[in-house]
């Protein structure tokens, strides 16, 4: 408005409905004209792994180990820092050391050199990486070939974000999302504890 109002372009990766409508609210624009493009990228193939919690650290460990052909990358999503630490100290049981990238890292230097280590932008280069929710955002490393979640995220918006860091060239990539087992209700219970969190931190700045 300041400005004369000339015309805006507004974007985001991925939004349903409901989040779209919050936007453009906020952005005092109800009535804009919405342009959605289709999320299918069939080169990311989709595997949904039962798998019970004391488990999951050895069946990511075997696909950690999976040999890639031509090279690529490995994400793995986890939804704390404490299950991160504890899956870190398990594969270096294993001989697979495992850099942890989480918003509590000890500094902005720090949580941006392990950034660049894994982009290939600084040395030693890492192609294997633990992280959260507080990694990937605007990420685009082409070579990412395996994405693989500890549990479900909490929304499905979140999961096109988190496994659409995969295949960014185009190339075959594969999303494993483990799940369930005989701990299913262990993780639902802990996606409505971390949303209790969220919620209450936004009132709290409210």
């Given at each position: 408005?300041?400005?004369?109002?000339?015309?805006?372009?507004?974007?985001?990766?991925?939004?349903?409905?409901?989040?779209?409508?919050?936007?453009?609210?906020?952005?005092?624009?109800?009535?804009?004209?919405?342009?959605?493009?289709?999320?299918?990228?069939?080169?990311?193939?989709?595997?949904?792994?039962?798998?019970?919690?004391?488990?999951?650290?050895?069946?990511?460990?075997?696909?950690?180990?999976?040999r890639i052909p031509g090279g690529g990358k490995v994400m793995i999503f986890v939804p704390t820092r404490k299950i991160g630490e504890a899956l870190q100290k398990r594969l270096s049981v294993?001989?697979?050391?495992?850099?942890?990238?989480?918003?509590?890292?000890?500094?902005?230097?720090?949580?941006?050199?392990?950034?660049?280590?894994?982009?290939?932008?600084?040395?030693?280069?890492?192609?294997?990486?633990?992280?959260?929710?507080?990694?990937?955002?605007?990420?685009?490393?082409?070579?990412?070939?395996?994405?693989?979640?500890?549990?479900?995220?909490?929304?499905?918006?979140?999961?096109?974000?988190?496994?659409?860091?995969?295949?960014?060239?185009?190339?075959?990539?594969?999303?494993?999302?483990?799940?369930?087992?005989?701990?299913?209700?262990?993780?639902?219970?802990?996606?409505?504890?971390?949303?209790?969190?969220?919620?209450?931190?936004?009132?709290?700045?409210?």
């Open positions: 408005q300041a400005l004369g109002s000339p015309p805006i372009l507004a974007f985001t990766a991925t939004a349903g409905k409901e989040m779209q409508e919050r936007i453009l609210e906020s952005l005092g624009i109800p009535d804009a004209e919405v342009f959605v493009r289709g999320v299918d990228r069939p080169n990311i193939a989709l595997l949904r792994w039962s798998v019970p919690v004391d488990e999951r650290p050895g069946v990511i460990a075997q696909l950690c180990r999976v294993q001989g697979l050391e495992t850099p942890f990238y989480h918003s509590q890292l000890s500094g902005a230097w720090e949580r941006e050199q392990l950034f660049k280590r894994f982009s290939g932008e600084s040395r030693p280069e890492v192609d294997r990486i633990i992280c959260t929710s507080a990694f990937g955002m605007g990420l685009d490393i082409n070579n990412v070939r395996m994405v693989i979640h500890w549990q479900h995220p909490s929304s499905v918006e979140d999961y096109l974000q988190e496994f659409g860091r995969a295949g960014r060239d185009g190339k075959p990539s594969v999303a494993v999302l483990l799940h369930g087992g005989s701990n299913a209700r262990r993780d639902i219970g802990l996606l409505r504890f971390m949303a209790e969190i969220g919620r209450a931190s936004c009132r709290e700045r409210v």
